[in-house]
């Protein structure tokens, strides 16, 4: 391959693009890799199509390695078994649909765990048939509400799933591993830094589920680790432990007046201020939060909800969502039409709406709360004797310094990330919704389960980008540059000729070549341009040509050499390995 | 690649399946090739995956060496620039729109010129910035009414759309000349054969237009060729010579009572029995027949036009929607409602709504023709002097051994084909549209002019079997077939074991291979099926294994060889080249 600057479609930009809000958007619009053609939506330019090909072309290496059968589905797709699976209605706003030209509703599949099953079902009816890995590379779509970062969160991606098919756990452990082992090595090939992280399985459905997550500060996702064992979770997914139950010792509730202290703060202040309960060494921690908000259930009424967590702790709206999961929620503000609920000085203690609570409300703790009237708290409200949470759920923020969940030992470290993978043991939620069933080896039906695997690749190239680029511009891993030597002709006095002459050479070795050969173009500006580009290696053929010299460059580490001319193959071959 | 049939998604069916019309589609399913998954969508199936990857490969390849540059827009589009283009209304019902969440009107693009000049308007600034091939392979949507032939009219299809951008019209030329070119290389290295003709270019605008159709009893589309000349053309781009105007000769019209001659069969017949102007020789060709249709003119009203043909033609709906493009017609059938429009006694002469006539009623001819009124016809009715067309329009049925009206001399035969591509002189009503401009050489703006080029990629394929197979399967070219050599183990006795390992030899040597390594599987399940799915070539591993043999079969010639078996991987990649 020879790509030459003169005519490919190719234009840098020295300003930062408007709407960029993070490095990779900023440089991969600069250089000249996509564009953005639509909300949510973003063409791909020569030079980043062949980036995206070359990681997708990874991926579906490791894909097959690991046993990957790779098939092709319509993206257009009827409802009828997204009703079947539930998830027309569970994925709610995200999903896009549309009408036919009579009347029958279609959809964009954001994934395609339905067809898969639906595929299985007709293409096999023994245990002989089974485990089975399945994988395509396909565009997705999904309606964001607000699409980011570019490439990072659009409303169109192109992304590998997989699915695997077993006959029982063992075999669904095996191809859980078999890909966690796969996506481990696909981000080594990429060059991606990647942490593995316990996660939520979302609207999915199911029940074991890791992240994949690259770590970045433009990152949508929080993960923590452990400072003393391997623990490390997506925040969403973290566990509170529950404090054992212990027996009630605190006095009888009481009310007390505490005007003015709608807040924690002006709360905590007062009841210290008043020594109420005698105590004056309130803290945040002794008090209890009560959250209200709206959780939307797809397909169903909104419903009014009060969450309680420690009044150390804010509610986690993230955390929220996952765990009302396909539910969502948002804060309820609308008091004036809700009298019963006395805003700023709620209690657990005959609410009239359902109360979910943070695992450290457990039975036998007694808090300091609203009192449900205006301007008045209540001391010793005591969880299990005066008042009894509808459920517990995981809400309160997860801080920097909590107490490691797995060891009990360790404090939490939190940092954020970008999710690049994603791996589910979904188990049976499909294969018992379209009721697939094969003949097992003992002549009775055995219901197969399912696993589900997903990579998005034009995330991919956006965090390869944001792993990999320093102030000048891209520095592409070999792995996945869209050439693999740029040759930059500095001048016109038969450089260009030499650069062409060099790139030929070069192509017939199999090499991936750009060449800058604009005639019109200053030496600057294409230093600049091939800096930015991030071609791992350059090739500037300038002043020095006439002795036969050239000039090879690392993008990397910046290093330089110059080279007779006739050199150059060779050592850019024996680079290249 | 080595695939083994013990392990690959695979399902062949005995049964035709019951809603396949086509051959192609009826042994693609029946193959285990593609699967039915959406009305007009198909799964791609491993085995067709691969035969899809190849085509698309070779198309790639071609685009590539013609100068193409590959790019890839989003398939979900804002609605804006196709307002500006017009296509949002013009493209009609064909078209699959959505709102997204804040009511936000979308499309799933049908095809890409309105992105691609949009792209080029903002990646260029001069003429030295072009001329520019780009090009991209994208699945599109596309709302048939009635998707049929599996594959060959799909909702959703693979397709590579390609654009040109020159300065002039010589430009244009020769990036037209070069694509021509570039696809007859890739239908030759696809095996497809084909027959360039010449198009009509629909809703896409444009002029000069050709189509690569593949001849085909199963085409939706007919063309036309000459026994004289080299002229060939899609029915519906046939163009009809208009003889010279004459003079007028005839006497004045006269209106005869022609009772219960409501068709042009018993018109004639009633004509020659009363010697209406003193003939008895009156044919069907000297009748002028007048066809009521609705033409619905996208975003507008519908209109009710006659259509004038001579009597002893048929109206070809898909000439008059050609004609009329990019509205469409009906009949007219609702004759209460408009009792002006005498059924079966029309006649352009005074008629109340636009007279649309073919070329053949040109001024000075003389007509038998329908006096508006019931059971009256007129005779010696001359257009220019009793009716003046509102214009002329080629909607009468062309055919065989019609005059050649490219030379005049021969006759047209007539055949049916499937369009496999469409390459179009679109010039400036693109850049028209969105007021596209590059800086001259002399420093005045210049308007580029387009050229767009299409390529079916998932109908190739079902091309591809249409063209290649016979009544045991399908029989692949060298080119696309999902692997080069079949390996059928016929036994179980060390003959699994043998012909992995001959797969694995071949496969280090770069050949495909595909292995029946099934262990439960007769030998002639395993024949029938390879015969099926349809690889070039096979080897048998049989009985003759202990002796060392293995039998060699051409799929497309049944030559069988028996050879050692130490011998067959030499004799393999000598046939591969």
């Known amino acids: 391959m020879l790509l030459r600057m003169s005519t490919l479609l190719l234009k840098t930009l020295r300003e930062e693009p408007a709407d960029a809000e993070v490095p990779s958007h900023r440089l991969l619009v600069r250089a000249g890799f996509v564009r953005r053609a639509a909300p949510g939506g973003y063409t791909w330019l020569p030079l980043g199509k062949l980036v995206l090909d070359r990681v997708t072309e990874v991926v579906r290496d490791e894909m097959a390695a690991a046993g990957g059968q790779e098939v092709s589905f319509p993206a257009l797709l009827p409802r009828e078994p997204f009703d079947t699976s539930g998830r027309w209605t569970e994925y709610g706003d995200l999903l896009l649909t549309l009408q036919d030209r009579r009347g029958a509703d279609y959809l964009l599949a954001p ?15 023994s245990y002989r ?13 999904r309606d964001e509400a607000r699409p980011r970062g570019g490439l990072l969160r659009g409303r169109e991606f192109l992304m590998k799933d997989a699915y695997s098919f077993d006959l029982d756990d063992a075999g669904l452990t095996s191809a859980y591993d078999r890909m966690r082992t796969a996506y481990q090595q696909i981000f080594r090939r990429l060059g991606v830094e990647h942490t593995i992280v316990a996660a939520v399985s979302g609207a999915m459905g199911g029940s074991a589920s890791e992240e994949f997550l690259a770590p970045a500060e433009v990152g949508e996702d929080t993960f923590v680790g452990c400072t003393a064992c391997d623990y490390a979770a997506n925040t969403e997914a973290v566990v509170t432990p529950a404090p054992p139950a212990r027996p009630v010792t605190a006095p009888a509730a009481a009310v007390h007046d505490t005007p ?24 945040a921690s002794d008090t209890l939060k009560n959250v209200v908000v709206v959780v939307h259930h797809p397909g169903r009424t909104d419903e009014i909800v009060a969450i309680g967590v420690p009044g150390d702790r804010e509610v986690d709206l993230k955390r929220l969502d996952a765990a009302l999961a396909p539910a969502t929620a948002t804060l309820f503000d609308d008091f004036a039409v809700r009298p019963d609920l006395v805003k700023g000085y709620l209690g657990p203690q005959g609410l009239p709406i359902r109360y979910l609570a943070d695992p450290r409300v457990a039975p036998g703790t007694a808090w300091l709360t609203g009192a449900n009237q205006a301007g008045r708290h209540a001391t010793d409200v005591v ?9 517990a759920i995981e809400a309160a923020e997860v801080r920097a310094g909590d ?24 188990g049976r939620r499909y294969t018992d919704a379209f ?12 219901r197969p389960t399912m696993g589900s695997y997903g990579i998005g690749l034009t995330r991919a190239v956006a965090v390869i980008a944001e792993q990999h680029h320093d102030e000048r511009g891209l520095i592409w891993p070999d792995a996945v540059a869209p050439a693999d030597v740029h040759i930059v002709a500095a001048g016109r006095d038969g450089q260009i000729e030499a650069a062409l002459s060099l790139g030929a050479t070069l192509v017939r070795a199999g090499v991936r070549v750009l060449v800058d050969d604009r005639p019109n173009v200053s ?19 300038g002043r020095r040509l006439m002795e036969g010299y050239a000039e090879l460059r690392n993008r990397r580490t910046g290093d330089r050499q110059e080279l007779p001319l006739v050199d150059i193959p060779g050592v850019i071959m024996g680079r290249l390995g």
Chains 1, 2 share one sequence.
Do not use: Y
């Open 111 to 125: 994934t395609h765990e339905e067809m898969f099953t639906l595929l299985v079902q007709d293409m096999t009816s």
């Open 129 to 141: 048939d089974l485990p089975l890995l399945l994988f395509q590379v396909q565009t997705k779509f």
């Open 260 to 283: 003015g202290t709608p807040t924690i703060a002006t709360l905590v202040e007062l009841a210290n201020e008043r020594r109420l309960g005698g105590r004056d060494d309130w803290a």
């Open 383 to 391: 969880a299990g004797r005066d008042f009894v949470p509808d459920g």
């Open 403 to 426: 107490t490691c969940p797995a060891c009990g030992g360790g404090t939490l470290t939190i940092r954020r990330g970008i999710e690049i993978g994603h791996i589910f043991q979904l």
């Open 435 to 446: 009721r697939v069933d094969v003949l097992g080896a003992d002549g009775k039906p055995v």
């Open 523 to 541: 030496a600057g500006v294409k230093f600049t341009d091939s800096e930015l580009i991030g071609i791992p290696r350059s090739v500037v053929v």
